[in-house]
């Protein structure tokens, strides 16, 4: 099992430009996370989905669009970029929602210039 | 305004000392979790604590539960180098169930 895989790994934007990051995990997790991690911030949830088909806002979705099509997958969209949006970002999926682990990614290292 | 506080924010010490990081709130939490982070990784779960006053030992790893279940603390007895890293603890409250609120973390760095 590879767990929760996170694509790509590294990326530099311009201001405005768009990208689209994914997550795939392999343990038939219902529930499915993106945070974002900003030094001295610790984690912040961006959205998070409760299964497919299904999306929720977290503590910071402004700027941010989630697709979760398949149960497996959980796509997170930046439509236009900002300097703002610089940091690390980490999915997450746990099997249900509550006092469950959550399993999270390597995390993907956005620069946004 | 973050909704739970981590202290210290950075510790460094000696390998074989004792240490202890607290998390505190003024929010009631129904369950607290404790996780560690290494470099270029994400967290990965130690503990989850889920009644008020409880304490959970994981080999050098002492967690305890606040009574009124606003607070939490890691201690570690004898640290070692390998126990390196950002800890991180992140708590459920009854409102917000699905979701998990993280602290700032602690950024631990044991010397060799």
């Known amino acids: 099992n590879a767990g929760v895989t996170q694509t790509p790994k590294f990326r530099v934007l311009k201001t405005g430009q768009s990208m689209t990051l994914l997550c795939a995990q392999d343990?038939?997790?219902?529930?499915m996370y993106w945070y974002r991690q900003d030094p001295g911030m610790g984690l912040r949830l961006i959205h998070y989905?409760?299964?497919?088909?299904?999306?929720a806002k977290g503590e910071v979705p402004d700027g941010y669009n989630v697709s979760r099509l398949k149960k497996q997958n959980f796509l997170l969209g930046l439509e236009s970029a900002a300097p703002s949006q610089t940091s690390v970002y980490f999915c997450?999926?746990?099997?249900?929602?509550?006092?469950?682990?959550?399993?999270f990614g390597p995390g993907t290292r956005l620069l946004v210039l | 305004t973050q909704l739970l506080e981590q202290s210290p924010q950075f510790l460094s010490i000696q390998e074989g000392e004792n240490l202890t990081v607290y998390c505190n709130s003024s929010?009631?939490?129904?369950?607290l979790q404790w996780y560690r982070q290494e470099p270029g990784e994400g967290p990965v779960l130690l503990v989850t604590?889920?009644?008020?006053?409880e304490v959970k030992k994981l080999k050098r790893l002492t967690f305890q539960f606040g009574d009124a279940r606003k607070d939490s603390s890691l201690h570690i007895t004898a640290a070692q180098t390998g126990d390196t890293g950002l800890y991180l603890c992140?708590?459920?409250?009854?409102?917000?169930?699905?979701?998990?609120?993280f602290g700032s973390g602690t950024q631990l760095t044991v010397l060799p």
């Open positions: 343990m038939n997790h219902e529930y």
């Open positions: 604590v889920v009644t008020g006053g």
């Open positions: 992140a708590g459920r409250t009854s409102g917000s169930a699905r979701q998990l609120t």
């Open positions: 929010s009631v939490f129904s369950s």
């Open positions: 997450a999926s746990s099997y249900s929602g509550t006092q469950e682990t959550q399993y």
């Open positions: 989905s409760v299964g497919e088909g299904t999306t």
